[in-house]
């Protein structure tokens, strides 16, 4: 087995890292910590994708080939609606704080004097 599909949700996860670290701007940091979640994504249909494995949908008959988990792909849906989630809350705390402070960027945001 390959260990490809594995390191490119890695290389997802360290774009994003690093483009939050580096970030001097609210909003792109807010996109970097949405590019690394979309690395767990990319992680979880790689760990539940099996070749030539069809739909968990069954009626009477029993199946013939291969399935793919339902489990991985309700992980996954999961996942993308908590990101969407954080994501939204996170641009709406960043609107909230250009409005109160007149800046998005994180190092003029340090005192906490109004």
Known sequence: MSHLP??????????GV????TSRNLVHAVVCL????SATYVLLLTVGYQRK???????DIRPTRNVVDPLVQAMTLTDIVVGATVTALLLALTVQVA????????????????
Not at 34 to 37: I, K
Request: proline share 10%; net charge neutral.
């Open 53 to 59: 494995a069809t739909a968990p949908v069954f009626s």
């Open 34 to 37: 949405s590019v690394a979640q």
């Open 18 to 21: 690093y483009g939050i670290v």
């Open 99 to 114: 409005k109160r402070r007149g800046t998005v960027d994180p190092d003029e945001l340090r005192s906490l004097e109004p």
């Open 6 to 15: 594995y390191l490119i949700p890695g290389w997802i996860l360290l774009v």
